[in-house]
Nanobody, 123 residues
Framework: QVQLVESGGGLVQPGGSLRLSCAAS????????MGWYRQAPGKQRELVAT???????NYADSVKGRFTISRDNAKNTVYLQMDSLKPEDTAVYYC?????????????????WGQGTQVTVSS
């Protein structure tokens, strides 16, 4: 009923930048919190940044000052601008959204995840 599609990952040198995008689609009538998480090989998935529908933002300490999360409510899209990338930022990045949608008859709430996009920081 709802889907998150990510784009923007890739290979970048240390100190470089990437911008991730994640668009939600479906019979959506409201998106609450949106966010980005990441999972490095052999590690647990961890929070990177979140943004509420009102624009309140939270970052992991490891990315503060380097990453910027934003959203376009008209496009149901969340972005992650990543600057000054480090090798330790290498991971699969997943977007996440708390979505209210219609299933054809009733309003539903669903916590959606994107398929993941690989970010590799290496020289």
């Amino acid at each position: 009923q709802v889907q998150l599609v990510e784009s923007g990952g890739g290979l970048v040198q240390p100190g470089g930048s990437l911008r991730l995008s994640c668009a939600a689609s479906g019979s959506i009538f409201r998106i609450n919190d949106m966010g980005w998480y990441r999972q490095a090989p052999g590690k647990q998935r961890e929070l990177v940044a979140t943004i509420t529908s009102g624009g309140r933002i939270n970052y992991a300490d490891s990315v503060k000052g380097r990453f910027t999360i934003s959203r376009d409510n008209a496009k149901n899209t969340v972005y992650l601008q990543m600057d000054s990338l480090k090798p330790e930022d290498t991971a699969v990045y997943y977007c996440n959204a708390d979505i209210n949608y219609w299933d054809g008859s009733y309003p539903r709430r669903y916590i959606a995840w994107g398929q993941g996009t690989q970010v590799t920081v290496s020289s």
